[in-house]
């Protein structure tokens, strides 16, 4: 199982930066993408940014530009720094792992994991 932490985000006005922060623990076999989904109030989750294993990066059109995600293979976290931010931004962004899992007795399994998910709001 893959437990993740967030942190980081809060309240800023346009125009600042604020940064997230996940930090994977527990035990897989490969953590095949790392990113970072938003949803804001009355609409769905969608993909803020992504970094596969093989280090493929992709960003919603929305915040291309503005939005960098990284992260550390050794310590098994990623952060996403945001720039620039506007109103639109604002939302509860969920940190996101697909790892895969050796269960005792079983096939391997690709599953999603989550974080609890953290408010960033953008206002003046």
């Known amino acids: 199982q893959v437990q993740l932490e967030e942190s980081g985000g809060g309240l800023a006005q346009p125009g600042e930066s604020l940064s997230l922060s996940c930090a994977a623990s527990?035990?897989?076999?490969?953590?095949?993408?790392m990113g970072w989904y938003r949803q804001a109030p009355g609409s769905e989750r969608e993909l803020v940014a992504s970094?596969?294993?093989?280090?493929?990066?992709e960003y919603a059109d929305s915040v291309k530009g503005r939005f960098t995600i990284s992260r550390d293979k050794a310590r098994n976290t990623w952060s996403l720094q945001m720039t620039s931010l506007k109103p639109e931004d604002t939302a509860v962004y969920y940190c996101?792992?697909?790892?895969?899992?050796?269960?005792?007795?079983?096939?391997?399994?690709?599953?999603?994991?989550w974080g609890q998910g953290t408010q960033v709001t953008v206002s003046s």
């Open positions: 996101h792992a697909g790892a895969v899992t050796l269960p005792p007795g079983r096939n391997a399994e690709y599953n999603d994991y």
């Open positions: 970094i596969s294993i093989l280090d493929a990066i």
């Open positions: 527990g035990t897989w076999f490969t953590i095949n993408t």
